[in-house]
């Protein structure tokens, strides 16, 4: 069974960064669209981020573009998102997805595999 694996989640002050991994068990992932989402309590799983197979697009959500950035390294088969000037807003459970298809969505019913998610707290 294919897994995704999150970790670099963790608890940061206003204005601060970090940077997340998600591991795929499968190298077939590297032929698949890998996103990002995050849900906050309360509230529905939102698109965050997209990047394409080669990393030739990226796609991200209107409230973090311009502080974030996603990436992959296919060779590792792992996506990476660097997350800049973290707002209290940010707060959620991140997770990443994969997608088998190669265009991009902001669906999360569109993605066939999740991981686990990891916490990213943002205090103000």
């Known amino acids: 069974q294919m897994q995704l694996v999150e970790s670099g989640g963790g608890r940061v002050q206003a204005g601060g960064s970090l940077k997340l991994s998600c591991a795929a068990s499968?190298?077939?992932?590297?032929?698949?669209?890998r996103g990002w989402f995050r849900q906050a309590p309360g509230k529905e799983r939102e698109f965050v981020a997209a990047v394409s197979w080669s990393g030739g697009w990226t796609y991200y959500a209107d409230s973090v573009k311009g502080r974030f950035t996603i990436s992959r390294d296919n060779a590792k088969n792992t996506v990476y998102l660097q997350m800049n000037n973290l707002k209290p807003e940010d707060t959620a459970v991140y997770y990443c997805?994969?997608?088998?298809?190669?265009?991009?969505?902001?669906?999360?019913?569109?993605?066939?595999?999740w991981g686990q998610g990891t916490q990213v707290t943002v205090s103000s």
């Open positions: 997805a994969t997608r088998n298809k190669q265009v991009a969505s902001t669906i999360p019913a569109e993605y066939d595999y």
């Open positions: 499968e190298r077939t992932f590297s032929s698949y669209v």
